[in-house]
T-cell receptor
Framework: DAKTTQPPSMDCAEGRAANLPCNHS???????VYWYRQIHSQGPQYIIH???NNETNEMASLIITEDRKSSTLILPHATLRDTAVYYC??????????????FGQGTELSVKP | NAGVMQNPRHLVRRRGQEARLRCSPM?????VYWYRQLPEEGLKFMVY????????ESGMPKERFSAEFPKEGPSILRIQQVVRGDSAAYFC?????????FGSGTQLSVL
């Protein structure tokens, strides 16, 4: 079972920041937080991951709370092409069980003009 | 560097036939994962393989389903005697280690 809780859906205005929350209150000390998204009918796409520190790449920023029990994915300037289901996944280090990901229900983000 | 290649993109089978789904991982990736997505449902892990080895098959149905990743060639997900409930999108992913890269999937339709 997925170890994360996400709102089922969110709306965001085009050009504004999209902030997607995720609760993972049972996360273990060595588990990473990963974010993927799935645009309709396509394969999931990696966005970002982190352990403790905040992370930023060309797609998004990941903010992890100090107690690591929750995180927020930030898309700084959402576009219509960012409409997708966003999955927050908690996963042990690769050496524990490989790269296996357990997907939950995710958040369906709708970016509106 | 080509991405993860899955073929066919669409596969139609009649009940009782066999379905073979192929996945060519990205160059240099030695880990392959198969996922299934039933209509209006989430992605479910099926199996994790390395070259010539099944590492984790905890998500595979006990009967009719098998997977392999030979030393040479693509990974194959094989479904014998398909039933209508097998109709789904099947996604393959590969990884060098931490990050998984997914293919575009095979949509299996069972008539």
């Amino acid at each position: 079972d997925a170890k994360t809780t996400q709102p089922p859906s969110m709306d965001c205005a085009e050009g504004r920041a999209a902030n997607l929350p995720c609760n993972h209150s049972t996360i273990s000390g060595n588990e990473y937080v990963y974010w993927y998204r799935q645009i309709h009918s396509q394969g999931p796409q990696y966005i970002i991951h982190g352990l403790k520190n905040n992370e930023t790449n060309e797609m998004a920023s990941l903010i992890i709370t100090e107690d690591r029990k929750s995180s927020t994915l930030i898309l700084p300037h959402a576009t219509l092409r960012d409409t997708a289901v966003y999955y927050c996944i908690v996963r042990p280090p690769f050496y524990n069980q490989g790269g296996k990901l357990i997907f939950g229900q995710g958040t369906e983000l709708s970016v509106k003009p | 560097n080509a991405g993860v290649m899955q073929n066919p993109r669409h596969l139609v089978r009649r009940r009782g036939q066999e379905a073979r789904l192929r996945c060519s991982p990205m160059k240099g990736h030695s880990h392959v994962y198969w996922y299934r997505q039933l209509p209006e449902e989430g992605l479910k892990f099926m199996v994790y393989l390395q070259k010539e080895n099944i590492i984790d098959e905890s998500g595979m149905p006990k009967e009719r389903f098998s997977a392999e990743f030979p030393k040479e060639g693509p990974s194959i997900l094989r479904i014998q005697q398909v039933v209508r409930g097998d109709s789904a999108a099947y996604f393959c992913a590969s990884s060098p280690q931490e990050k998984l890269f997914f293919g575009s999937g095979t949509q299996l339709s069972v008539l």
